[in-house]
């Protein structure tokens, strides 16, 4: 199980991190590299000055430091030293505003980063370009673009990396509990029930064994409702911390369910490889990674599948997001339990109230034509040991000239959100994890939106919305709305995009943005009631505030922002040239 950690996997990983580190804390301005010998060089120093980093690098538009890892070397004096990501942090912790507190943990997540890179970089290389969906889920190795640790996992050992982690690839199969009716909540959309959900996921089979199980300890099954849970959360988190609801039977434990499943890059959510046409399984998973605790809300839960046919209605009756071909994953059904002693303890951001929920997530697998595959959006960002880019090898296989297949994609990717926005005040969080392309050949067809109801906002204090809705309402500042698109959509993946595409020569930046402006120009050229809704929010401003990810997590990697109120935890540091602007 330590087999990938060797010197030279290590070597390799440290080298790739501190190339991320280096253009992402330059990125938000924590670092200001400095030019050294000549054009194209760099140089960044340690807090004290004794160290120094230097390497090659393109800066290309937004901001963007494409660096050439193989470039990267550290020094003291006259003496070049191993690169080492956890010095970099501790000898610049200053300039990276690491406080005591929350530098040891950092290093511990770069830590559990730096060993999931080593793992990734063992294993053998596959060709993605027309591969399938879970063969190309499980093999993207970057994780979020922005962040630096974006593979923390506390709370995993070894053990449960090798079974759990998406890279691993190995098939899970869910523990079941059958959960007291007086503190579970299920809810569901308007078209099913409790108990047509559950046979169609379950079986009835399952279902059977599962009744006569509580009949054997004396339970009468009407007064339970069952819930699916994550393996490892049952063994290190309830089975412990719920030891009283186990023991007075207000859980049951029932074990494992019949389906295996693969955990998706947002490790606690399952697809289904025993039956792809069933739902995903979204889980309650008490680990930290990437600036939270990775729980269910079980009050958040109630809500979901009332929010996601509100959407769904949305998507189904607006002209413009029809013949984009959009379409949303649905959450169909969601559960959730309440300990009361622990939320008589606790306050709604407390860990121990998102213990024990869950939510089923619809299969995008049964909505395919003929001809038709998936893929994550994260894909686009992959980019493989030997350095090509999946995305390159996706214009290459299509047929079409670079600028009009990015064009296709973005008339499927960015004219839905522009849309949304001007039209609804609603906002996605659509970044490469939350985004499937349904593809043809190499051809982005069209593309599915999921994660909907913890991460859907209507930024509109007069939007009509029914009252089981209205969570997702929240009071944005009006100077704040445009950076759903400024920084989710330019800055945090369309910006890496244009960065792998220059750099393999497949398709210059300044004829990606032109690419951009024209898909948007033709969306607002299409919908001219509009107008002033486009002068408002104006897309082709010269500039756009630069909002910093990293800095949330270097000054709070447990909770970096507050769901409920999410641009009250915004990091603003000057702004950006905005490459539309000029076109």
């Known amino acids: 199980m330590i087999a990938h950690l060797t010197p030279e996997r290590w070597d390799a990983a440290n080298r790739h991190l501190l190339r991320k580190a280096l253009a992402e804390f330059s990125h938000e301005r924590l670092l200001t590299p400095t030019v ?32 050439d890892a193989g470039s990267i070397s550290r020094h003291h004096g006259d003496e070049e030293l191993p690169l080492d990501v956890l010095d970099f942090c501790t000898e610049l912790r200053s300039s990276l505003g690491l406080s005591p507190e929350i530098l040891p943990v950092y290093l511990e997540e770069l830590s559990s980063t730096l060993a999931g890179i080593a793992y990734k970089l063992g294993k053998p290389a596959v060709d993605l370009a027309f591969a399938d969906f879970q063969a190309i889920e499980t093999a993207m190795t970057e ?130 490889t025993s039956r792809p046409d069933r739902h995903y399984v979204k889980t309650a998973l008490s680990v930290l990674n990437m600036g939270f605790m990775r729980g269910l809300s079980a009050a958040y839960m109630e809500a979901t599948p009332a929010i996601n046919d509100w959407l769904a209605g949305i998507v189904e009756n ?48 049964p909505s395919l034509e003929p001809g038709q595959r998936l893929a994550t959006m994260a894909s686009l960002l992959h980019v493989g040991h030997e350095g090509r880019s999946l995305a390159a090898a996706l214009i290459a296989g299509s047929g079409l000239a670079p600028g009009e297949w990015l064009r296709r994609y973005l008339d499927a990717y960015l004219v839905p959100l522009l849309h949304s926005l001007y039209a609804y005040d609603l906002a996605f969080m659509p970044h490469g994890e939350n985004v499937i392309l349904v593809l043809d050949g190499g051809v ?57 595409l220059h750099t393999e020569g497949v398709l210059d930046e300044s004829s990606f943005w032109r690419t951009v402006a024209a898909s948007a120009r033709a969306y607002q050229d299409r919908v001219p009631h509009l107008a002033r809704r486009f002068e408002r929010y104006d897309l082709f401003a010269p500039e756009f505030a630069l909002s910093c990810l990293n800095r949330l997590q270097l000054r709070d990697n447990r909770q970096m922002v507050d769901l409920a109120d999410p641009s009250a935890a915004l990091q603003l540091v000057g702004t950006l040239r905005n490459p539309l602007h000029g076109f």
């Not at 922005?146 to 998406?166: E, K, T």
């Not at 969601?334 to 089923?360: C, H, V």
């Not at 919305?465 to 920084?487: G, N, Q």
Request: aromatic content about 12%; hydrophobic content about 45%; proline content about 6%.
């Open 318 to 365: 607006d002209e413009v997001l029809k013949s984009a071909g959009l379409t949303i994953l649905r959450e169909r059904a969601a559960i959730g339990y309440r300990n009361p002693q622990f939320e008589a303890a606790t306050d709604r951001y407390s860990p121990f109230r998102k213990m024990l929920a869950a939510l089923w997530r619809e299969s995008p697998v």
């Open 36 to 67: 050294s010998s000549s054009p194209q060089r760099y140089v960044v120093r340690s807090d004290d000055g004794t160290v120094e980093y230097r390497f090659a690098a393109e800066v290309l538009a937004l901001d963007h430091w494409q660096i």
């Open 444 to 500: 982005v067809e069209r593309v599915i939106f999921k994660d909907i109801a913890e991460e859907i906002v209507v930024m509109s204090a007069s939007a009509e919305l029914p009252p089981a809705v209205e969570r997702i309402r929240a009071d944005v500042p009006e100077d704040v709305k445009l950076l759903s698109i400024f920084t989710d959509v330019f800055d945090c993946f369309l910006r890496y995009l244009s960065a792998i």
């Open 143 to 272: 994780g979020h673009p922005c962040f630096v640790a974006n593979n923390g996992r506390l709370g995993f050992g070894l053990r449960d990396y090798h079974r759990y982690a998406p890279e691993a690839a190995r098939p899970v199969r869910l523990v079941w509990l059958a959960a007291h009716r007086d503190h579970t909540t299920f809810t569901c959309s308007a078209d099913t029930s409790y108990e047509a959900h559950m046979l169609a996921e379950l079986g009835p089979e399952f279902l059977a064994s599962s009744r006569q199980s509580l009949v054997d300890r004396g339970l009468d099954p009407a007064d339970y409702l069952l819930v699916p849970v994550h393996p490892w959360q049952w063994w290190n988190k309830l089975s412990v911390t719920f030891a009283a609801e186990v023991a007075r039977q207000r859980l049951v434990h029932l074990g494992e369910g019949p389906d295996e499943y693969l955990a998706q890059q947002s490790i606690r959510t399952f697809f289904n």
